[in-house]
């Protein structure tokens, strides 16, 4: 079936640095552009980054640009996230999500994993 | 940037009863790129509705959307109890996607 996974996120201190992964199954990978999508404790949600089904195109939000880089490797239907230089308004769980062909509305979504930035 | 603003942010009814949920943008949406997600405690969202009136694969048809331009509307004919949760609209138009804050739907 359609799934995606994530793993990798825990907690980190302030300045530190952290790789996410997420692991898509069920679904032609690079037919979807792949999206990081966060949610702070107890607050909405905020697109962060996209990816290209290629990875040859990738966009940042304002927060996150200069400090956090999206991946992929198509040939092990892996997403991935550098975040760097993290801050305490980073904490979130963080998901990953497909956007088929670029129509930038999300589905599937993975089941998110935490990252706490926190001294 | 477009702005999403929801109303409202909590909706109290009753499982049976129709709900109405709007959400405005701050700019024209083009090509109604318009979605709407529900989310419930310690799940992922799921898709619910795009290009403003679309329902996902395995929606039920007691969801729908409808709405143009700035305003939008997400109805749910017949509350069912799975129903109650957290619903989300989402411009997805042009970067960056922005989302709105969220209305709660809670059982009255």
């Known amino acids: 079936q359609v799934q995606l996974v994530e793993s990798g996120g825990g907690l980190v201190t302030p300045g530190g640095s952290l790789r996410l992964s997420c692991t898509a199954s069920?679904?032609?990978?690079?037919?979807?552009?792949m999206n990081w999508i966060r949610q702070a404790p107890g607050k909405g949600l905020e697109w962060l980054s996209y990816i290209s089904g290629s990875g040859s195109t990738n966009y940042y939000a304002d927060s996150v640009k200069g400090r956090f880089t999206i991946s992929r490797d198509n040939a092990k239907n892996s997403l991935y996230l550098q975040m760097n230089n993290l801050r305490a308004e980073d904490t979130a769980v963080y998901y990953c999500?497909?956007?088929?062909?670029?129509?930038?509305?999300?589905?599937?979504w993975g089941q998110g994993t935490l990252v706490t930035v926190s001294s | 940037e477009i702005v999403v603003t929801q109303s409202p942010d909590t909706l109290s009814l009753s499982p049976g009863e129709r709900a109405t949920l709007s959400c405005r943008a701050s700019q024209t949406v083009t090509s109604n790129y318009l979605a709407w997600y529900h989310q419930k405690p310690g799940q992922a969202p799921r898709l619910l509705i795009y290009?403003?009136?679309s329902r996902a694969t395995g929606i039920p048809d007691r969801f729908s959307g409808s709405g143009s331009g700035t305003d939008f509307t997400l109805t749910i004919s017949r509350l069912e109890p799975e129903d109650f949760a957290v619903y989300y609209c989402q411009f997805y138009g042009s970067s960056p996607y922005t989302f709105g804050q969220g209305t709660k739907l809670e059982i009255k």
């Open positions: 069920g679904f032609t990978f690079t037919d979807y552009y």
């Open positions: 999500a497909g956007a088929y062909q670029g129509y930038m509305h999300f589905d599937p």
């Open positions: 290009g403003a009136s």
